[in-house]
């Protein structure tokens, strides 16, 4: 019996994928991966047994997959979606303590410069005229907690014109070399400090919490009891920081993601 | 034997009919060579299409040795026909060898026999096998591959065949020497044969029958000769061209015309024995020869009609000669070259033959002519004219 | 023959604009059921403002390439060329097989991301069809009517217009309408790289899994393929002239 | 230079990926030679047939390959396989329909109608004539066409990596996301590297299939 | 008019030189048609070409109207010469008014007057402008193609014409037909032409002169005449081939061969006087004419020596006729298919205008090889023999 392993398309993820791979094949079990995937057709994938286990985040699931619109504290968020996702024969296991929420980011420089600390700062700019363009990654603009609620919560509209789409990774390379004013970043994501970016504070607490959970079929959880294990002691290890290390060691570092994954697998000694 | 009964065939083009062939009757006795001949369009190869049904035909019978297609399954008939088409349409993927085999194999020949066939096929048209049976087409010249072609078509031995202008592709030097082959190859063969041409020229030479045909219909069958000597009407004629008494001349050999018993006389005999000789032979000359019978001079009647002494003593001069096996129109343009109205025959040895003049020739022709001219001509002297006399009737 | 011929191609397009409409017609129905209809109303801005993206991209990439791809054809062909002109046509042939996305990707490690290195890219992809033609179709041009020309005293020049560039026109116009529905096609690649254009809403509409987004970056694509197709035959069948063109 | 250390210390990634990648286009690129020249044969009786079969395959090629693979994804979901092997396997496949049919189609109608004509003359089955003489000629241009899937097909199997198949596109997406210049260009050189090295080898192939007579 | 002198043509095939013109010198009078005649490969086509500088010649000089072509400018030089190559060349995209416009529009001709010469020359060439100006050369067949490439030389009125076997790519029956359209042509235009050919009897039809190559020499420079009647040497004898005396007769028109003054008698004459006429003329035979001069019949000689009365006593009968137009081949053809060794010749209008016997042909083509013969034919008999003893002197 394959374990087959998801992931979706930017660093962290594939880093996860990766690692969750790895310790699988190192329990002895078969290990077939699909990363490189969006989040709905992830979940989706999921959900109709093509995908037995993947990382999702709380809020992602939450809002995107189980449109819920209140404002939840992280621990509710989570036991609301273990709750809702449970009837869809997903459980999710237990959370990390490492939050991959959203942000939006400017070159330090040019925060400064212009006087931008927070998403209402941006607001106001934009309503005064001013050209900020605006990197996001595919999903972002579509997304109910991405731009569609950000729109609402902070009620403006961020101008068609200026929002430049690309691959998620890509929105840190256009920030940093000066194509676009503003980049959408994970919090989690190691050039957010290496690139020297400022995050806007979310002053209106629109985004979610996201914790990073391992989440598998039931079916296959109830087949292999011992997963839950396996997969909990990777999720205690992981938490903002760890994750930052090791998307900069990937994104900054030029490391391959076999090789980050493989060698905090060994250092936490779950290998 | 082929035989065609009222065979019709009524294409519709584009809603209208057109009548390529209508209702032509024609039979090739078995053994024999038929040409179709015609202008461009007239039905020749539609005709030839309709005996291995390549084209259905719209009415009328076709039989074959007298047994009438019809009850004959397509793919058995065909296999007993041999097809040269007009474009060679040798299979580029085969070599040599493979494409005379085909029909072999198709028939399920062993392998053993069908290549052994290929090879003795292809000696037959003159390519000498050692070189030629592993090649592939497009590694022969035109030429050779109309020869590939032919020997595809006999691969079977087939009794019957239709061929489609097969030599239309080579050039005019090349063709003649093409046509002489084949000529010899058929002569032991003896084939039923269906050829469709449109030069004259080739099909007074291949044919033994010609059949002319115009808009669908056959206008002449006969043999070259006649077609030549008596066309039927207008067309026919100017088909065959204003000068279709020179192109007859190229039926017949020498031999055929000339004198097979001439005066012969050696340097040693008496002039009058050879004088008397001439009066009897009603000649103009007679031809001396040499000892192993080659022509070495000759005298001339006038000259020596009232000498006397050995006939060594009157000689006129080297005559003009010509081989046995040429043919006519050779002959009278040797005539004309030299301005002589006479020329001594000799065989391959050159050893003297026969005597042959320009007036024989035109008689030649001449006894054809009159056959069927409805009145003498009041111009030719009756038969029987002594020669003086008959030379100076004209 | 001639007009059998055509008489059959004619009931072919009768047959082809029937398929034409039953597809269309199925497809309506299939619209209409899956609620795609008010998905393509609900996009619509996005369509219409990634489609002029789109079109813009494919004007600048296959009009530069157009540009360059004759010059560099003619360039080729010219009897001065003769020496290198093989080998370099072998190395644009071997061009050719490199993955529309592997030319994105490399002109993006060139030239970062953006709008720049996508035309870049997609001129590189469209270049090489439309050289390929351009030459291919000029020393096709027979040699005997090329010494008719040389024989009645034209100069080079007049010769490459007058005779060579219009008998080589049809297989140019053959390498240009592929070079440009290609290039049509692989504009979704450029959202990868920043570039914009309908991509964006396929890429993303597979991503959330949202199949009515994914189509109407699909649709409107797969119709401008179409288009740019029929357009560019249609001046090729009409900017052609008869003698000259096998179509007509 | 970074490159170069790069695929050195990942040979057996790229191994592995470039495997992946043959694998979804030789697998339906056979599949496609196996529909594609059968379906081209049939369509040379019927002319109009032949339109339709040629419109519908040329429509295919003119959706972009991303949304190709987006409309598999619900479709095949269906029978629980929307991502990865399977709808990489058929987008090939369809996309191989048109130049393997068209080259087929093309190649039969092309055979010389004397050698046709020959070939009936002498009594041949239209079966006997459609393997002695109309396919051994149309081979070559048939194998052009397959050779025309695989290496367009390669680029379009790179692209499958969006959906989870991997292959060598993965290094591709990765370098793109990671901004990976040496990923990027590892991907982009091993996957052109690929079609090449497809193209040739399937050259080869032409050469030793076509008869050689008509080399 | 052309002059080459020691034109040479060195190739450089590979590495290797090739000869493809050997030093040759000739020279084309204005207004005349020269033949450049020879087996595949003899650099015809290499000579004609460095003509117009299509290919740059290795040494020599070449003279266009006394002028060395060396000084001229090459576009210049093209542009007055008319160049006919043998592959036709219309160009394709161009409509046929826009393909003999061609060389007009290079020189800066108005639009009307090189559309108006385009209608012109289209006539010319026995095509209708109403028809086939706006067509295009693939809906033209290959005949009219080839007569469009023709008017296209012609466009700007060249003085000189160099033609690469013009009407190679037509069938035989066709070819006849614009060859002497072409001949019509010319006898108003008078270029000076320089026409490749590799059929000998195009040759002899077409030239004024032809020249025989081989091997890259020019081996005979002479009237197709000479060239039939002497070849200078056994490959030109083979290359002419064996019936090339039958080939001259088709250089001689009957008016030219006859006795112009025949004895022309009328119905009422006494016999005596048709009697002393012939024998005045030396004829076997005497015209009878009608009131209008057209032949009724005629008498023989050995008939009527003796007889009296009124020639319409002694009619022997309708004399057979040729055209005075047509050529002493078709003369020949008609004796030999009536068995008759004269004919009346007459004129369009059917008036008796001369007399021709096959003795009077084998006379006239004898004319030009005694010429040269070193020795007197004893075959022939002296000249001045009278009629009835020459008739029987052969
Ligand atoms: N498939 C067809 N449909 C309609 N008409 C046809 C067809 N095939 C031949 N014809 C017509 O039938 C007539 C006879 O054609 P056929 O090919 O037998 O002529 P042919 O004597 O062989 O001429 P050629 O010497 O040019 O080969 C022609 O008028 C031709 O146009
Ligand atoms: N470009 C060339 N390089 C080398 N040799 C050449 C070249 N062109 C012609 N030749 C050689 O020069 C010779 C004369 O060629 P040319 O074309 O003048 O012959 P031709 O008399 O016109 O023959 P044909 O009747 O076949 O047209 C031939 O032996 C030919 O092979
Ligand atoms: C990492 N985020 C939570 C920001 C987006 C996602 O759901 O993939
Ligand atoms: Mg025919
Ligand atoms: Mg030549």
Redesign the interface.
Same mark, same amino acid.
């Given at each position: 019996e394959t374990i087959t392993v998801g992931g979706k398309n930017f660093t962290e993820q594939l880093l996860l994928a990766e690692m969750t791979e790895q310790l699988l094949a190192a329990k002895g079990y078969d290990v077939d991966k699909r990363d490189g995937l969006g989040s709905t057709v992830l979940r989706q994938a999921q959900e109709n047994g093509q995908v037995d286990v993947y990382w999702e985040y709380t809020g992602t699931s939450l809002v995107v997959y189980n449109k819920v619109k209140e404002r939840l504290s992280p621990e509710e968020t989570y036991e609301k979606v273990k709750e809702l996702d449970a009837e869809k024969g997903l459980v999710w296991l237990n959370p990390s303590k490492a939050n991959n929420t959203y942000a939006l980011a400017m070159n330090r420089s040019e925060a400064e410069e212009k006087g931008i600390a927070s998403i209402s700062d941006l607001k106001a700019k934009l309503e005064a005229g001013e050209e900020l363009s605006f990197a996001v990654n595919a999903e972002f603009p579509h997304r109910e907690d991405g731009l569609r609620g950000l729109q609402k919560t902070y009620d403006f509209r961020y101008p068609r014109s200026l929002l430049k789409a690309m691959e998620s990774g890509l929105t840190y390379q256009a920030l940093k070399e000066n194509q676009v004013d503003v980049g959408l970043v994970f919090a989690t994501d190691g050039r957010i400090a290496a690139f020297d970016f400022v995050t806007l504070e979310d002053d209106r607490g629109f985004f979610p919490a996201y914790a990073i959970t391992p989440v598998i079929r039931k079916e296959t959880l109830d087949a292999n009891p011992e997963l839950a294990e396996v997969l909990n002691g990777l999720s205690a290890k992981l938490d903002d920081d760890t994750m930052r290390k090791l998307n900069a060691s990937v994104d900054v570092d030029k490391k391959t993601i076999e090789e980050v994954a493989g060698n905090f697998l060994s250092e936490q000694g779950l290998i | 034997m082929i035989t065609l009964k009222n065979l019709t065939k009524i294409f519709d083009a584009g809603g209208e009919p057109v009548t390529a062939v209508d209702h032509v009757n024609l039979e090739v006795p078995a053994g024999e060579t038929a040409i179709l001949l015609g202008p461009s369009g007239c039905g020749k190869t539609t005709t030839l299409k309709m005996i291995n049904r390549i084209i259905p035909k719209t009415s009328g019978k076709i039989l074959i040795d007298g047994e009438d297609t019809d009850g004959v399954n397509e793919i058995e008939l065909r296999r007993n026909i041999g097809y040269v088409i007009q474009q060679i349409g040798l299979f580029p993927n085969m070599t040599v060898e493979e494409n005379i085999a085909v029909v072999p194999d198709l028939l399920g020949w062993e392998k053993k026999k069908s290549r052994a066939r290929a090879a003795e096929l292809l000696e037959m048209v003159a390519l000498d096998p050692s070189i030629f049976l592993k090649r592939y087409p497009k590694e022969l010249s035109g030429g050779q591959q109309q020869r590939v072609g032919v020997a595809r078509a006999l691969a079977a031995d087939p009794p019957v065949m239709l061929m489609d202008e097969p030599f239309g592709a080579i050039d005019p030097i090349n063709r003649e020497v093409i046509q002489d082959e084949f000529l010899k190859l058929q002569q032991e063969m003896r084939k039923t044969i269906m050829f469709v041409s449109h030069d004259i020229d080739e099909a007074v030479k291949m044919g033994d029958r010609i059949a002319i045909f115009r808009a669908g219909r056959l206008i002449q069958y006969d043999t070259p000769d006649n077609v030549l000597a008596h066309p039927i009407n207008e067309f026919i004629a100017d088909f065959v061209g204003g000068d279709r008494t020179l192109k007859r001349l190229r039926l017949v050999r020498v031999y055929e015309a000339m004198d097979a018993e001439p005066p012969k006389i050696v340097p040693e005999d008496d002039i009058r024995k050879a004088v008397k000789l001439m009066e009897d032979h009603e000649h103009q000359n007679a031809v001396v020869v040499g000892p192993r019978g080659r022509p070495r001079g000759y005298v001339h009647y006038n000259d020596v009609k009232d000498a006397s002494g050995a006939v060594k003593e009157h000689w006129a001069g080297y005559p003009k000669t010509v081989s046995i096996d040429a043919d006519l129109r050779t002959a009278v343009s040797e005539m004309f070259t030299h301005n002589v109205t006479w020329l001594a025959c000799v065989d391959d040895d050159g050893r003297f033959r026969g005597y042959i003049t320009q007036r024989q020739i035109t008689h030649h022709l001449g006894a054809t002519y009159t056959d069927r001219s409805e009145l003498p001509d009041p111009n030719v002297p009756p038969p029987g004219t002594p020669v003086a006399q008959a030379e100076e009737a004209s | 023959m001639a007009?059998?011929a055509s008489?059959?191609e004619s009931?072919?397009n009768r047959?082809?604009g029937w398929?034409g409409l039953l597809a269309a017609f199925g497809f309506g129905i299939l619209v209409s059921a899956t609620g795609l209809i008010d998905e393509f109303v609900y996009y619509w801005?996005?369509i219409e403002?990634l489609a002029v993206q789109h079109m813009r991209l494919v004007a600048i990439s296959g009009g530069l390439a157009i540009v360059a791809g004759i010059a560099i054809g003619i360039w080729l062909s010219r009897p001065s060329m003769a020496r290198f002109a093989e080998t370099v046509m072998q190395v644009f042939n071997?061009g050719t097989?490199? =993955?529309?996305?592997?030319?994105l990707?490399?002109s993006?490690?060139l030239l970062?991301?953006?709008a720049v290195p996508a035309i870049f890219g997609l001129f590189i992809a469209s270049l090489l069809p439309i050289v390929r033609n351009t030459y291919a179709g000029l020393k096709a041009v027979?040699a005997?009517?090329k010494?008719?020309?040389?024989?009645?005293?034209?100069?080079p020049r007049?010769m490459l217009l007058?005779?060579e560039l =219009?008998?080589a026109?049809y297989v140019i116009f053959a390498g240009i309408r592929t070079a440009l529905?290609i290039n049509v096609?692989?504009? =979704?690649?450029a959202?990868?790289?920043?570039g914009?254009g309908l991509?964006?809403l396929?890429?993303?509409?597979?991503?959330?899994?949202?199949?009515g987004?994914?189509?109407a970056?699909?649709v409107p694509?797969?119709a401008l393929?179409?288009a740019t197709?029929f357009a560019i035959a249609q001046i090729q069948y009409w900017a052609i =002239?008869?003698?000259?063109n096998p179509q007509r | 230079m970074e490159t170069i250390a790069f695929i050195t210390s990942n040979l057996g990634v790229i191994g592995e990926l470039t495997m992946e990648h043959i694998s979804i286009v030789a697998v339906a690129v056979g599949l496609a030679v196996l529909t594609g020249v059968p379906i081209g044969i049939a369509i040379t009786q019927n002319r109009s047939a032949a339109d339709i079969v040629l419109y519908i395959a040329s429509i295919i090629v003119t959706v972009p390959s991303i949304a190709l693979f987006g409309i598999m994804i619900p479709v095949l979901s269906l029978i629980g396989h929307g991502i990865g092997y399977l709808p990489a396997v058929i987008a090939v496949l369809l996309y191989s329909q048109l130049p393997i049919i068209r080259n087929t189609y093309t190649a039969i109608n092309n055979v010389d109608p004397a050698l046709r004509e020959a070939a009936r003359g002498m009594g041949m089955k239209p079966v006997q004539r459609l393997w002695r003489v109309e396919i051994p000629l149309a081979i070559p241009v048939i194998m052009a066409g397959v050779r025309t899937a695989v290496v367009m097909n390669i680029g379009i199997t790179a692209i499958a990596a969006y959906i989870g198949a991997g292959g060598l596109g993965t290094l591709i997406s990765r370098g793109i996301s990671q901004t990976d210049p040496r990923q990027l260009i590892t991907g982009a050189l091993a996957v052109s590297l690929l079609a090449i090295a497809a193209d040739y080898f399937l050259y080869w192939v032409q050469r030793r299939l076509t008869p050689a007579g008509t080399r």
């Open positions: - | - | 007009a059998a008489a059959r009931v072919g047959v082809l398929i801005p996005d403002y071997i097989t490199i =993955p529309t996305l592997a030319i990707a490399l993006m490690s970062g991301i953006g027979p005997h009517m010494e008719a020309a040389n024989g009645m005293g034209m100069s007049t007058r005779v =219009p008998n026109l529905t096609g692989t504009v =979704p690649l959202f990868l790289i920043g914009g991509g964006e396929i890429f993303t509409g597979i991503a959330l899994n949202e199949f987004m994914m189509l970056g699909a694509t797969a393929a179409i197709d =002239p008869r003698g000259v | -």
